[in-house]
């Protein structure tokens, strides 16, 4: 195997670069694996820009991946090359108060793959093998790369602990279809989802929204949702836009008694305004999720493998590891754009459901 590879590099803020690196050398309890897709996550925007991980560059970005194992640790048990696969991308230290608690991603020691240290813009990446999960012969390996947002969205719902028969409002139509696809799964009459632009609704209908707003073409996204839930609002609202302007709108859009879902990330030191007088007397409830982890994955892995969530309409192209820059500043503007794929392997364009051409 070649010595150096091919990866995409954020050396500085707003610099990314494509050249050879050398390959990752792997410990006893590591896996090295051939990239075969990465999805692009708003993540890696922010870590271009500076946003996020500043202090962690120059860094090769990317964590919504599959690929195959190359090599083999000593100490991994049941992987061997060849195997296709995905990663957890989320680790910590094992040992801690909250590791203890299963409460992996409020250890101090937490680190993310491709947010903290390497990761899947490349040819080649290493992961410790406990973190590894075999794709099932069923998913292709577009599908493997689109179980970590998958899990992201479990982990949420868990959190929520929708109940059947609630109300769910999400806000945005990006991930908010998923989550959409998961309320509805969990018994959730009506689920209604608030974005801006008109394809993504007419998908988000697919996946189980029974209601969609433009919030474009309303004078108050909020008082629509009280209009679809007998003037109460919501039992649930999830906030998946990531402004202080939505995540106020999710705390007045909560019925009392209700619960918001925090699942946008906002800006380090973005804040919004709400009255604690109508928490408390609202007994309005707030639940925090940033990561799918542990069963998550295999919970995830087991909705696209049983077809419970068919992703395929939301996988807009594939683009070469080359384009990965353009392709993050397109989806800036493209707001028809949904998962965009970066593959090392392939040499131009290729479109996929969404009609982009």
């Known amino acids: 195997m070649a010595q150096t590879m091919k990866a995409a590099v954020i050396e500085k803020p707003e610099k990314l670069v494509v050249k050879e690196v050398p390959v990752p050398e792997i410990s006893d309890d590591e896996v090295l694996i051939k990239v075969k897709y990465t999805g692009i996550c708003g993540t890696d925007w922010s870590i271009y820009t500076g946003k996020y991980s500043a202090d962690r560059l120059p860094l090769i970005p990317g964590h919504e991946f599959s690929g195959i194992i190359v090599k083999v640790g000593k100490n991994a048990k049941r992987l061997k090359e060849g195997d296709r696969v995905t990663a957890d991308i989320n680790m910590s230290c094992g040992s801690c108060f909250y590791c ?78 998923l989550h959409a696809a998961v309320a509805r799964y969990r018994g959730a009459a009506p689920v209604i989802v608030l974005g801006r632009t008109k394809k993504k609704l007419e998908v988000a ?76 007397l609202g007994e ?6 940033c990561a799918g982890v542990g069963n998550d994955w295999s919970d995830a892995i087991a909705l696209l493998q049983y077809e419970r969530i068919k992703p395929e309409p939301l996988f807009s192209m594939i683009v070469p590891l080359e384009e990965l820059l353009p392709a993050l500043e397109q989806l800036r503007t493209d707001k028809n754009l949904f998962k965009v794929f970066v593959s090392p392997e392939v040499s131009e364009r290729e479109i996929l459901a969404l009609d982009l051409r």
Request: aromatic residues 8%.
């Open 100 to 177: 203890k608690k299963d409460l992996k991603l409020m250890c101090k020691e937490f680190t993310q793959l491709g947010i903290h240290i390497d990761g899947t813009y490349a040819e080649y990446v290493k992961a410790p093998w406990k973190q590894v999960h075999r794709l099932p012969d069923s998913l292709g390996f577009l599908q493997g790369a689109f179980i970590e947002p998958v899990s992201c969205i479990i982990h949420a719902a868990k959190a929520m602990q929708v109940e059947m028969g609630s109300s769910v409002a999400i806000i945005g139509s990006g991930l908010g279809i």
């Open 284 to 289: 309005k409830n707030v639940v925090g999720s």
């Open 205 to 280: 209908k697919g996946f189980g929204a029974d209601y969609t707003i433009n919030v474009q073409k309303v004078k108050d996204p909020v008082e629509e949702v009280r209009k679809l839930t007998e003037g109460r609002g919501a039992d649930y609202v999830i906030e998946a836009v990531g402004t202080p302007e939505t995540y106020e709108q999710s705390f007045q859009m909560v019925r009392p008694g209700g619960t918001v879902a925090a699942f946008g990330i906002t800006g380090v030191d973005d804040i919004i305004s709400v009255r604690p007088f109508d928490l408390v």
